[in-house]
């Protein structure tokens, strides 16, 4: 299948500090590329959809200053956390479907942050 | 807003039963419902998918229905083994988007030998 990949799979940073996140689709073009945010046992959040060549579209609640989105080709979007403090801590997780195909998604790895 | 329950929260068995986890969506025009299992600290792993112009879908153990009218969904997996044990989520497209999915809160599947 489809490959996504995340990078880095686990990051450490200090309250105040800036994380950049990417997302790549390694083997197909995504003109659309998701991202989630899942607490320790709990579900994933859609926070907001990356489109290429223009600006994310966020979901309600999610502060759009605070979690940039940048898709700047068909195969890579990143997420920056500006700002972090300890409670954005959380598994990142983005996703992309293919310009192509059934509409199936594919998850990256997924992005542990721990902001200290 | 949208939304998908998934029950039960937590779901316990002998290897060889079978396990049915459950969900329900309130958006009626959702048209894609897939089922994923996560292992700890992994990417969910899509296992199966049904679309709405559906009703059943099998593949080996694991079978999906969906019933549109009453707006639920159910996996079942059949003869569980251990290494089924995992986190599996039940997710519903928002409207007719299949990329933006409202995903269920998960059900830990425990399969004991």
């Known amino acids: 299948g489809a490959v996504v990949s995340q990078h880095p799979s686990w990051v450490i940073c200090k309250s105040g500090t800036s994380v950049k996140i990417e997302c790549r689709s390694l083997d197909f073009q995504a003109t659309t590329m998701f991202w989630y945010r899942q607490f320790p046992k709990q579900s994933l959040m859609l926070m907001a959809t990356?489109?290429?060549?223009?600006?994310?579209?966020?979901e309600q609640g999610v502060e759009k200053d605070k979690f940039l989105i940048n898709h700047a080709s068909l195969t890579l979007s990143t997420l920056t956390v500006t700002s972090a403090h300890p409670e954005d801590s959380s598994f990142y997780i983005c996703?992309?479907?293919?310009?192509?195909?059934?509409?199936?998604?594919?998850f990256g790895e997924g992005s542990r942050l721990t902001v200290l | 807003g949208e939304n998908v329950e998934q029950h039960p929260s937590t779901l316990s068995v002998q290897e060889g039963d079978s396990a049915v986890i459950k969900c329900t969506y309130s958006d009626s025009a959702s048209n894609y419902f897939p089922w994923y299992k996560q292992e700890l600290g992994k990417r969910p792993q899509l296992i199966i998918d049904i679309r709405s112009n559906v009703g059943e879908k099998k593949d080996q153990r694991i079978a999906v229905t969906l019933n549109k009218t009453a707006k639920h969904f159910s996996l079942h997996i059949t003869e569980t083994q251990p290494e089924d044990s995992a986190v599996y989520f039940c997710a519903a497209s928002m409207g007719s988007n299949t990329g933006k999915l409202i995903f269920g809160q998960g059900t830990t599947l425990q399969v004991k030998p």
């Open positions: 996703s992309a479907r293919a310009i192509y195909g059934g509409g199936e998604l594919f």
């Open positions: 990356s489109n290429e060549g223009s600006k994310a579209t966020y």
